[in-house]
């Protein structure tokens, strides 16, 4: 509060948590000077459900469901991320071909969040069409993942040893239209979005993340391949069967948001060569681990196992102390680093702004209240 | 000078490419379904609530009442009680699900040593309570039964001495 | 029946009818353009739109404007009572003047004046401070923002605006409307002021608080902008009185770059009514298609861009005039 006969500069707005742009319920508390901002807090919690509180409460499969939820756009990555956790734990192996199906449908799902990215994020800036086109692309996406996996958001598909439902011919086929389909659409949103000189405008130099800034905060995903590190946890960490198949990880320039816009349209692109890759080369054989136990009681011991999911490096620990329920699980989400940063960008921008920045950032609120 | 116009010249060739992009949409048919004029078929795999799968030799389901399933549901939401007929078979008086708690993760259908579960395709499934997402799975085998011009699978009795012989409550089916 | 002409016959008369006239215009307008932006946008977006209430839902706006004032009118705490209630009859009233002097026909006009143009610039310029007004009264943040913003873009806008329309004026010699029109006989003035044109369409997009100059009610930044806190038939009130603007700003622009009322076969009014549709569809395009710019970019492209071009061309003008 300001004395009396002191002039009053700055005043408080509340950013959210009811917002059209904070996807989800966030809070950033502002700080403002007209209508430049001088300090940016974000304030998170609102939707927290205890995760991490309820794998301890019942058994590793019973927490499958649960990874569908905590990133509900890349819920196959989680999905993965985990099962490689518990696998590595009991020392499950996995059969060729359910690695496939695995990377298959993660890439799908990876693009499938990129074009709702997309979407969303132009909405954000105000064009209200290439939201719905991406919705139309997605939507191709949403019904191939449909008859294999059974949902189309909260997916819960990927099981200890393997996956559950084989993939058939309808969907390979499937697959290989979505791809030339995708990639012909990829011109008309450039000629929408990407060249669209208000687009430029909006994005090309603001929110510029430093290399140095990305290290200190812990960035992931693209967020810091936009800033040019070419950290991708399917290189740089290999999993699975990636290794196998040949794709660049795309890098941006200056660390703005065109650069991080236009790593994730890459990374579409990328992944769709992945998907292609895997079709070719998909091995027959069983989809499932033989002897897999009906209970899952690992020795006691602990282990770390990340994934790159559409907004970074998740991470899942694992503490087990032998008994049929883990003792602890840690989720190390990508949206919660990446958010870090905001205080630091959204100083001296406008309002306008933020929500470009906040928009680039690739939040999913529910991962950070996890 | 030069770059001011041409910046304004590019600019403008950019809007227009846009504006090409979204006429070339406005002609094309649209793509969405007319809910609820027109319908999609559900795919396959599309997991509705469970149900019992109808045994087509047999005419009834398969369940034994093991449990399994109640057991590794991570929502605990399955009530099953058993029954003996003869010393050897166990079948269920009582399979009710709440659905509302239910995440559709399929590890009960796939835990059922005798795969007596599937997936259901309705999606029609809001309510205006929490009773009205409660799902009798007996009483739905019942109707398909019925549908189908088969025998009616009758709940079995309790035996008395198990006590719980009352008839079941307001369960929809 | 001979009274009802004499009174028509008179000044008085000719406004009231035209009064009554207008109003019917405005609503039916009003309906038939909420419809239409959502068809346009629908089919752009690939999908139908309404298409329950009426033949592919061209009466659903009028269900919805039935809803809109069943609700409850809310006047939050803390407003400033007088001006929060006067600020929508305000952004209203001007819209309806602006419609005295426009000619849709050679004879259908309510009044023609000799300064119609300014008599509509003028009017124009009275929505800012209706928006201004329901921004301050209203006690909230997002408000003054919209409103500030509003303000701040209108000023910037009017003087490309004004600029602009001055070429055609320098063709003609007349503020007349209709003068304008007539000066049309040969050829369309958008073939000799292309230019003009183009920056007359991008003011009158900004003037009407259109996207992709939206700002005012930004909704991803500003939730609803100036109207936040407006409910009911209040807010229909800045809703419909958007939707006129833009019928107003089109009509200018039909006059002074597509000629007006001329065409061949059909009655006056008719292809008045197309040309005027046909560049509303134009500005609902924009809206479909562009992201919205940012605010201190709006304020330089009006400053840097349009005002210089618009000075250039109306140099242009003069010069070839005065050659000519
Ligand atoms: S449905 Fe299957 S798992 Fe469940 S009780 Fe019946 S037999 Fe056992
Ligand atoms: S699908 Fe999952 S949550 Fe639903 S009843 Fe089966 S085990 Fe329980």
């Not at chain 1, 990927?158 to 559950?164: N, S």
């Not at chain 3, 298409?51 to 009466?59: F, L, S, T, Y």
């Given at each position: 509060m300001h004395e009396p006969g002191q002039e009053e500069k700055t005043y408080v707005l509340?950013?959210?948590?009811?917002?059209?742009?904070?996807?989800?319920?966030l809070r950033v508390e502002l700080q403002m000077e007209g209508e430049f901002i001088t300090k940016a807090a974000p304030d998170i919690g609102?939707?927290?459900?205890g995760h991490e509180h309820m794998a301890e409460n019942r058994n590793y499969q019973q927490f499958l469901p649960n990874m569908g939820r905590v990133d509900y756009l890349h819920a196959l990555a989680y999905n993965q991320g985990y099962c490689m956790a518990v696998e590595k734990l009991t020392g499950l192996e996995v059969p060729e071909r359910a690695e496939f199906i695995r990377v298959i449908t993660a890439e799908l799902n990876r693009i499938a969040s990129h074009l709702l990215w997309v979407g969303a994020y132009l909405l954000d800036l105000g064009a209200f069409t290439p939201f719905l086109y991406c919705f139309d692309d997605r939507e191709n996406i949403l019904d191939l993942l449909d008859r294999v996996t059974?949902?189309?958001?909260?997916y819960c598909y990927?099981?200890?040893?393997?996956?559950?439902k084989d993939i058939d011919d309808e969907f390979m086929a499937g697959c290989r239209a979505f791809i030339t389909r995708l990639r012909g659409r990829f011109k008309d949103y450039d000629d929408l979005v990407t060249k669209n000189i208000i687009f430029i405008k909006r994005t090309r130099d603001i929110g510029v993340i430093s290399k140095e800034q990305c290290v200190r905060y812990g960035l992931t995903g693209p967020m810091v391949r936009g800033s040019?590190?070419?950290?991708?946890i399917r290189k740089?960490?290999?999993?699975?069967?990636?290794?196998?198949f040949d794709f660049e990880i795309p890098i941006g320039e200056r660390g703005d948001i065109m650069d991080r816009y236009l790593v994730r349209i890459r990374e579409m692109a990328q992944s769709l060569r992945i998907i292609e890759q895997a079709l070719d080369k998909l091995p027959d054989g069983p989809i499932m681990a033989e002897k897999v136990p009906k209970r899952i009681k690992p020795a006691a011991g602990e282990v770390y196992q990340a994934v790159e999911t559409a907004r970074g490096e998740f991470g899942c620990y694992i503490v087990s102390e032998?008994?049929?329920?883990?003792y602890r699980i840690k989720l190390r989400v990508p949206s919660f680093g990446n958010l870090s940063i905001l205080p630091e960008i959204a100083v001296d921008t406008l309002v306008a702004d933020l929500v470009a920045i906040l928009g680039s950032i690739d939040v999913v609120v529910p991962e950070i209240d996890r | 000078m030069v770059t001011y116009f041409k910046e304004i010249l590019t600019g403008f060739y950019s809007l227009l490419a846009g504006m090409a992009v979204t006429i070339k949409y406005f002609v094309k048919p649209i793509?969405?379904?007319?809910y609820p004029r027109q319908k999609l078929s559900m795919s396959p795999a599309y997991r509705g609530h469970t149900e019992f799968v109808l045994d087509l030799e047999t005419g009834?389901?398969?369940?034994?009442?093991?449990e399994m399933c109640a057991r590794i549901c991570p929502s605990q939401l399955i009530t099953v009680e058993g029954v003996k007929i003869d010393p050897k078979k166990k079948v269920p008086r009582k399979y009710v699900i709440?659905?509302?708690?239910?995440?559709?993760?399929?590890l009960c259908v796939e835990s059922c040593p005798t795969k007596a579960l599937k997936f259901s395709e309705?999606?029609?499934?809001?309510?205006?309570?929490?009773?009205?997402?409660?799902?009798?799975l007996l009483a739905r085998l019942q109707a398909q039964q019925q549908r189908a011009g088969l025998a009616v699978t009758p709940r079995p009795e309790a035996r008395r001495?198990?006590?719980?012989?009352k008839p079941e409550g307001e369960v929809k089916g | 029946m001979d009274n009802l002409v004499r009174i028509l016959g008179t000044d008085l008369g000719r406004m009231l009818a035209g009064l009554i006239g207008v109003i019917a215009l405005v609503s039916v307008n009003a309906l038939f353009l909420i419809w239409m932006e959502r068809k346009v946008a629908a089919h752009m977006q690939l999908r139908p739109g309404p298409?329950?209430?009426?033949?592919?839902?061209?009466?659903q706006t009028i269900a919805d404007a039935l809803k809109l004032m069943g609700k409850e009118l809310i006047t939050p705490a803390e407003v400033d009572r007088s001006v929060y209630l006067l600020a929508p009859i305000v952004v209203f009233l001007p819209v309806l003047l602006?419609?005295?002097?426009?000619?849709?026909?050679?004879?259908?006009?309510?009044r023609d004046m000799n300064v119609g143009v300014l008599l509509i610039l003028a009017f124009a310029a009275l929505t800012v401070l209706a928006i201004l007004m329901a921004g301050w009264a209203s006690n909230n943040k997002y408000a003054v923002f919209g409103s500030i913003r509003s303000v701040a873009q209108n000023v910037a806008y009017e003087i490309p605006l004004l600029i602009t329309v001055m070429s055609p004026i320098l063709m003609v010699g007349s503020y007349r409307l209709t003068d304008i029109v007539a000066a049309q006989?040969?050829?369309?003035?958008i073939v000799s002021q292309p230019l003009a044109f183009i920056l007359y369409i991008t003011c009158a997009t900004a003037e009407t608080n259109?996207?992709?100059?939206?700002?005012?009610?930004?909704e991803s930044e500003l939730?609803?902008?100036?109207?936040?806190?407006y409910s009911g038939m209040r807010f229909g009130l800045f809703f419909l009185a958007e939707y006129t603007n833009m019928f107003i700003v089109a009509a200018l622009a039909t006059i002074f770059?597509?000629?007006?009322?001329?065409?061949?076969?059909?009655p006056g009014w008719v292809w008045f009514l197309l040309k005027v549709y046909a560049i509303i569809f134009l500005i609902m395009w924009f809206r479909w298609t562009f992201p919205r710019v940012r605010f201190d970019q709006l304020i330089t492209f009006a400053w840097k861009i349009l005002i210089p071009l618009a000075f250039a061309n109306l140099l242009l003008t003069a010069l070839v005039m005065k050659l000519m």
């Open positions: 509340n950013f959210g948590p009811q917002h059209p742009s904070t996807h989800g319920v609102y939707g927290h459900r059974g949902s189309r958001l909260t990927y099981r200890f040893g393997g996956v559950p040019g590190i070419p950290y991708d740089s960490e290999p999993y699975s069967v990636y290794p196998r032998g008994d049929i329920k883990p | 793509v969405t379904v007319q009834t389901h398969r369940c034994i009442a093991c709440e659905y509302q708690y239910c995440s559709l993760c399929g309705e999606y029609r499934l809001a309510g205006f309570s929490r009773e009205d997402c409660v799902v009798d001495e198990e006590g719980e012989a | 298409m329950e209430v009426g033949w592919h839902g061209a009466i602006s419609f005295l002097v426009i000619p849709f026909s050679q004879t259908l006009v309510i006989e040969k050829f369309w003035f259109r996207a992709p100059f939206d700002l005012p009610e930004a939730v609803a902008g100036f109207h936040t806190e770059f597509l000629g007006g009322w001329r065409g061949p076969v059909l």
